[in-house]
């Protein structure tokens, strides 16, 4: 048989043999010298071939528009799909038989509709990954929960960000309980009524768990049947390593304190409270992220349970249209506020100044380089830094005469301050080499930095920075002993 060779010149002749051999036995010839010379027809086709093809709402009808026998051949070597649910798509004649991971994005449609995206035929034994989620608004797909129950007993990661039709909470414990080899679930927005009590006994005692997210807020009438029937030393949750969760105070007392396992967990909360006491039971947790959802002052109580941990990371936000309230942590306290001083490698905290009053400020807004001065020196293992809050603009020239932390590599903080002179003025040029000179002073190791307003300014300084690490390394290489006769500040200066 002769070897059918790509037209040269066209988007077929840039494909690896191995890809254009498998497209040669999927379509016939006449078929084949049209798709040559079609780039996306092409690139789709191609992608197919190699177990995976991405679905966008530009080219979602791809699978329509060629005859029902192609159409089949063409899905029946897909591994991969990510599919957007659009109206006017039907899907129920497809048949997937050897998918293996689906990621289903319904755009989203306005409350009051009843429109139902039918996703059955996707669903096949050999699925291991479905994730349903939303694109903006409401979405809702049919009932494939009884479909799970019975025919994905490889699934090992489930998604459910959409609400599904007539779903029961006995229905996804089913199909829970059928999947044995599960290791993710996560279920947010509507679908968060399906996880009852008995769900939740499932997921914490039975499931074994790498990861594990519910996406509303979890009250004591959720947990209490499960954990008053367990003995005193019982721990749940025994393989989850990572949790996303929204616990209210209540809650946390039952739950925390028997999550022994967990190593990272992103926490929300809606009131300031002791919920980080509870936290501080876990003893394994290394990664902890902390996300206020509702505008609430901060104080040194509410962080008080961090001193009993040893963590590597933590950070500290608020949700959207929410604030922190920092002002009554003083300067003082950030010596020992952030928990273990010598494990901590990653720092984010980002509050501001008083809701009441506009010129009550955080003392990270109107002395952020004296912030950046105590963490340099009580976390000296810190390697990525960042210090976010309105109005924060560091004055690298108010730091000290002494190098702060040799192990910074990334820094993200509000703005730098400028120099006091416009810079039309001869001296700006100079001040802005002395910053640079002290940002490399202090943290002779920063590769990365960066500032959420005047960016530009920051690269210009950085650019500054890049070049005094360059002459730096040229001048080891002429000669070290020259290179420390003299404090890094003084040679270049």
Partial sequence: MNTIVPPAGTPAARLLPEVWAEIVHLVD????????????????????????????????????????????????????????????????????????????????????????????????PELVLLTLQVDQGHGLVSNILPLLATQTPCLKELNIGIKIENATSAQLLRALQACPLLEIFKVAGESMSLVDPAVFAHLALVARLSEFELGAEIGHLLLEPTIASLPAHRTIFDHLATAYLHVNPSAAKLLFPRMKATEAMSLHISEPSDILTWVAEMPRLVTLELQCMRSMPLNRHVLAGLQNMNLQRFKINAGAGAAIDGSEIQADQLDYLFGNHLTLSELTFAWQGSSSSAHIMSFLQYSPHLVLEKIARFYPNVRELTLVAPCAAIDFLRTPDIPLNMNLRVLTIERIAQPAQPPQNTNYNRDVRIIAEKIDYHFPNLSVLESVNDQDFTKFVFRDVRRIKRMRRNMARLGGEYLYMFPRYVLYR
Avoid: C
């Fill in 29 to 124: 010839l006449k078929e084949l010298f049209k798709l040559s010379q079609i780039e996306r027809a092409l690139r789709d086709l191609a992608l197919s071939e190699i177990w995976k093809i991405a679905e966008h709402p530009e080219h979602v009808a791809y699978l329509f528009i060629y005859p029902p026998q192609q159409r089949q051949q063409f899905v029946d070597r897909m591994r991969e799909l990510h599919v957007w649910i659009i109206d006017g798509h039907d899907f129920r004649g497809l048949r997937f038989p050897h998918l293996n991971r689906l990621h289903v994005i319904e755009k989203g449609v306005q409350p009051g509709t009843t429109n139902v995206a039918n996703i059955d035929g996707f669903i096949q």
